[in-house]
């Protein structure tokens, strides 16, 4: 069974400042794709990036970037200058090759950014 | 944009009710999730459909059904709701291709049992 594991209940960081959240996960396939969601206070769940295992290239989105290890089974997101309105729960997730596109998500890590 | 809509931001419920959470979604996505969120826990799949008619269970599906007889619409049923099913309830829809794998959210049903 895969697992995803975010060890950081919590973090902060100054407006403007970059910030790494870890995430690590545990899988046989070969197959597969991560996700980070972010879930602002009180407002939806939205895709922050993805990326597909069978590449090489770290994806990135504006100022979201991801650090995939695949041996490492390691895929960090880092938030490069820091804005108010990053602040939210985030969501490291697994999804395996399948045609149900099943999630599993970690325990989700809080960043607050600080004016 | 892709909208999916949840019937209730906030619900509360006595032990023992029949409960039924809504879930809409307006973009012919084949694929349809209701999670529960628990702080500390994550998002916990409770069921899955991937056609009309069609589910299957996640990783906590006890306590819980669900109905998909409309290809935009599913619903959650609590049979006898439970305290400890007092949480937030978070519904998602997907397009069953492995490009457009990304799921969509609801905003979710905040739950209290009484």
């Known amino acids: 069974a895969q697992t ?10 100054q407006e403007a400042e970059t910030v790494t959240l870890s995430c690590t996960y ?4 070969n197959n597969y794709y991560l996700f980070w ?43 490069s200058d820091s804005q108010l309105g990053d ?20 325990t989700g890590t809080r960043l607050q950014v600080f004016p | 944009d ?12 006595r032990t ?7 879930c809409v979604q307006d973009m012919d996505h084949e694929n349809m999730f209701w999670y529960r969120q628990d702080p500390g826990l994550g998002l916990r799949l409770i069921y899955f459909s991937y056609d009309v008619k069609m589910k299957e269970k996640g990783d906590i ?7 998909r ?18 949480s937030m309830y978070l519904c998602a829809s997907s397009l069953s291709q492995e490009t457009k794998n990304i799921q969509y959210f609801g905003a979710g049903t905040r739950l209290s049992v009484l």
């Open chain 1, 37 to 79: 969601y972010k879930q602002p206070p009180s407002r939806q769940m939205i895709l922050v990036i993805r990326q597909e295992a069978y590449k090489q290239q770290n994806a990135t989105e504006n100022r979201f970037s991801v650090n995939f290890q695949k041996a490492a089974k390691s895929f960090s997101l880092k938030i």
């Open chain 2, 2 to 13: 892709v909208k999916v809509t949840q019937s209730s931001r906030y619900l509360v419920k």
């Open chain 1, 26 to 29: 545990d899988t046989s396939e």
């Open chain 2, 16 to 22: 023992g009710e029949k409960v039924f959470l809504e």
């Open chain 2, 61 to 67: 599906p006890e306590g819980y059904s669900v109905s």
């Open chain 2, 69 to 86: 007889e409309k290809k935009e619409r599913f619903s959650l049923i609590l049979e006898s709701a439970s305290t400890n099913q007092t």
């Open chain 1, 87 to 106: 602040t939210a729960m985030y969501f490291c997730a697994f999804m395996k090759h399948s045609i149900t596109d099943k999630l599993i998500f970690g």
């Open chain 1, 4 to 13: 995803v594991t975010q060890s950081q209940p919590e973090m902060s960081v």
